[in-house]
């Protein structure tokens, strides 16, 4: 074999460098690598928050409030709330954090640090950079990662307040997914209240894909509940099911009014916002920390308000249909006419 | 620590490997989904050599310190492994020089005059001067060549004793003086699972009387393998002579270990894995595979010849040949043991350019099948790697070249034998005996450089298990007739080869191939 034919042999798989794969039986078995924490404290420093801050009143909530038409309720509730408290909602657009920290008072917005999807907002150092400037975030890994275990609740005994999404992803089709139970094992281990907001609109105004709100001005609406605690002997399970069923009632009093849907709520007939069930879809399995057990979620389905009636089946499209609905302004009278 | 071996399993990142054959190699591109057999990167040497030699002899297993078996007007025989350990030669200073200087500092400080070296070569070609200068070192050799520095003549009826007979009827007959020594030092280099033990003594000392109770047809079919003792019906014989050999004399073993450094560093890619070479390894490569083809025959045997193994002790121990030998074992299985998943329809093994019987010398058709179909087809534990009927493809050039010094009953066993038949039992039965006897191969064997007249014999029983248990072999670029005459076939591409082979496993064979040197012992699951 000539010199060439040979050269040309040996370098059969490899690089210009010479360089060759490792065939995949010849890989060394490795622990998996888990990325390096982004580091966000510099994020919650006085003088990042003063920049925080002016972005967020002079840029963000001008641009989010211009481009929508907000309308914000209870906020009066959180009058009587101080120190940290966790506040949690449900999630569908990525309009969801700005329209809560502009319509959050300042006092808890200087001193709030939002959760964000380690895998997703820290997986590049830009990304990772703005959005903790902006909104003040911290890493959360969604994927039982031991990583980062702790950082939300050490924020808490540092007296920053949260927001949490506790469906952990936003949204496919607008109507809300089953909960996560660390926002309410934080809260029942810091013995911190949680507050409960429902976004309506946001999803029909900016869903996933889309990174500015449709032209139109297109309504929010965003509604706060009373403060919750978890009450003595409560279990994590329980209290999460009771946010989420809090979550549901204020959901709903887009449509029912706050006094229809407290009766709804309290007569069993609210309409579950995770909305009918979708057609080929495979069951999704609720993504918690531990698997629940069948008795678990029917002693915490026994005491709480939710309706746990099947909604007919919907194919994927009118899922979305459903949920992209415009709200109507013509929305029922309210109990106190004038309110 | 190094790494363990593993089973490559050849995808499409895979660069095509390396296969010896002979005096060169050759990439190969290997099928999808062969499996490549790999051993475990060198283990490390041990950091002082002296201080462990002299921690093995005063700290030995089963017997009391060296110092206290020496005793002035005593007669110690102190016997070594001969030229066909290690393989290819090690670089100087040899083990058994090293070890010997503190064997012989030992018994002059005790006041031994009478000391007597013996190179345990059985029926092997007698080492040459240079090559005893080059194992035991200049000191010895020059203290003790020519009288009390020799080879083991086997043939040399003064100077051999009958001890009887083991409870199976064989003979141990060994070297005389070895066995009226007061005590028996054996120095041994452990290179394969097979060698130490029960062998050094029975085996290196011996002659043909003794050797052909387990070097025949019978025993060597019986031993799978050979390389695995207590499943080898040859260690069991030797195991049998070892007890007896035990109730005449006191021997005392040093068993040494190395590593799997088999190249030296000019040579390095050789000891690497393919997709690991960097461009200086793939340089080398190509520089010395068209150096090497471009070399005339005996130039380039020389070239090859003069390769000295950058060997590392691993490992020493002394004292009681049956309490060091399992110590020594271990170290051998951890350097070269691998755990292969379930045997293969064909297996690939490429032959190198050198086995025992050649070093310093050629490899002719006889050993290149005693190396291919004997000691690699039988570098496996439980189970070869090839299935019962499967088939063998080993790579060499199988020149018809005989080395007239060394071998010369090859050259008529060769001529003669093989035209006639190449079943072991039947030239065993028939050709064996006047081989053994023959007056001039014996003359040949004492009085210059030749390997007994039988041993050819030998090395074609070495063989005979694999032979029994292949259903077809052929050999990749070998010399056609040469081949015919062993009653192998030869194909010239690796693709001719298969094609070959489809008669025999079908046309999606599973191949496994046992990528040595360095040495690599299958333990197949």
Partial sequence: MGLISEAKLLSRGRDWRGRSRTPRSAEPWAPKHEPKEFPTAWARTPVTGIVRTAIQRGVLKPVAWSQTRVTVEGREYLDGLRGPAIFIANHSSHLDTPMILGSLPRRFTDRLAVGAAADYFFDARWRAFTTALVFNTFPVERYGSRRLRGLAGRLVDDAWSLLLFPEGTRSQDGWMNPFKVGAAALCISKGIPCVPISLRGTYGAMPRGRNWPRPGRPKVVIRYGRPMRAEAGEGVRDFSFRMMSEVTRLWNEEELGWY?????????????????????????????????????IEAAAAGTDVVPAEPEDASRWRRIWESTRPLDDERPRPVWPGR | MSRPGFVLEVDERTPPLLIHQGEGFRLENLPLGSKVIYGPDPLPGLRDVNAAIRHALLHPHGMEPLPELLRPGMKLTIAFDDISLPLPQMQTPDIRQRILEHVLELAARKGVNDVELVAANALHRRMTPSELKRAVGERVFRAFFPEHLRNHDAEDKDNMVHLGKTDHGEDVELNKRAMESDLLIYVNINLTPMSGGPKSVSVGLAGYNSLRHHHNSHVLKHSRSFNDPPNSAMHHSYNRMADLLGGHVKVFTIETSVNSESFPSAMGFLNKREWEWNLKDQASYLAVKRANEMLPTKMRRKVWQSQYAPYKMTGINAGAPSE???????????????????????????????????????????????????????????????????VGIFYHPMPNEFHPVHHPSYIDFFEEVLAETTDPAQLEAKYEKQFATDEWYIHLYRNSYAYHGVHPFYMWYWASHAMDHLGDVIFVGADRKTAARLGFRTATTLGDALEMAKHTVGSSPEISYLHMPPLTLADVR
């Fill in chain 2, 324 to 390: 060091v030998h399992p110590l020594t074992m271990a170290k051998v299985h951890e350097q070269q043991r691998v755990e292969v998943n379930g045997q293969a329809d064909i297996g690939v093994f490429g032959v190198p350019f050198i086995c025992p019987y050649n070093v310093n010398s050629i490899m002719n058709p006889i050993l290149v099948t005693s190396m291919g179909l004997g000691y690699q087809f039988n570098m496996y534990l439980n189970k070869p790697i090839v299935r019962q009927g499967g």
């Fill in chain 1, 260 to 296: 229809e849907a407290l009766r709804a709520s309290a007569a069993g007939q609210l309409s579950a916002p995770t909305g009918p069930k979708a057609i080929g879809a495979e069951e999704t399995p609720a993504i918690e920390a531990a698997p629940a057990t069948g008795t678990d």
